[in-house]
């Protein structure tokens, strides 16, 4: 499975941007799609999930902010992150986990967000 993402940028405080995450390869099916980031100096942290049936979840400090959504016929997920604050500041990787015979988890390559002003 290879996932391509995009939307990344730098932006205002306050500002927005979408971030997109699609996956390509043998899938016959994807559970769960999911982003994390990584902020300098901090471990990898958890943003939001979303299950094969829509069921979100979301780490406290973008909850009300960020909205998680996917697209199953064209295998993408996105991340739409409003009132951006430079705490949001960092790195970040679309993650997937998809049946193609096995479950089999996979990272997308990053996608830099900066928020400053």
């Given at each position: 499975?290879?996932?391509?993402?995009?939307?990344?940028?730098?932006?205002?405080?306050?500002?927005?941007?979408?971030?997109?995450?699609?996956?390509?390869?043998?899938?016959f099916s994807i559970n769960r799609m999911a982003w994390y980031r990584?902020?300098?100096?901090?471990?990898?942290?958890?943003?939001?999930?979303?299950?094969?049936?829509?069921?979100?979840?979301?780490?406290?400090?973008?909850?009300?902010?960020?909205?998680?959504?996917?697209?199953?016929?064209?295998?993408?997920?996105?991340?739409?992150?409003?009132?951006?604050?430079p705490e949001d500041t960092a790195v970040y990787y679309c993650n997937?986990?998809?049946?193609?015979?096995?479950?089999?988890?996979?990272?997308?390559?990053?996608?830099?967000?900066?928020?400053?002003?």
């Amino acid at each position: 499975v290879q996932l391509q993402a995009s939307g990344g940028g730098t932006v205002q405080p306050g500002g927005s941007l979408r971030l997109s995450c699609a996956a390509s390869g043998s899938i016959f099916s994807i559970n769960r799609m999911a982003w994390y980031r990584r902020a300098p100096g901090k471990q990898r942290e958890l943003v939001a999930v979303i299950t094969s049936g829509g069921n979100t979840n979301y780490e406290d400090s973008v909850k009300g902010r960020f909205t998680i959504s996917r697209d199953n016929a064209k295998n993408t997920v996105y991340l739409q992150m409003n009132s951006l604050k430079p705490e949001d500041t960092a790195v970040y990787y679309c993650n997937v986990d998809a049946w193609v015979g096995r479950t089999l988890i996979s990272w997308g390559q990053g996608t830099q967000v900066t928020v400053s002003s």
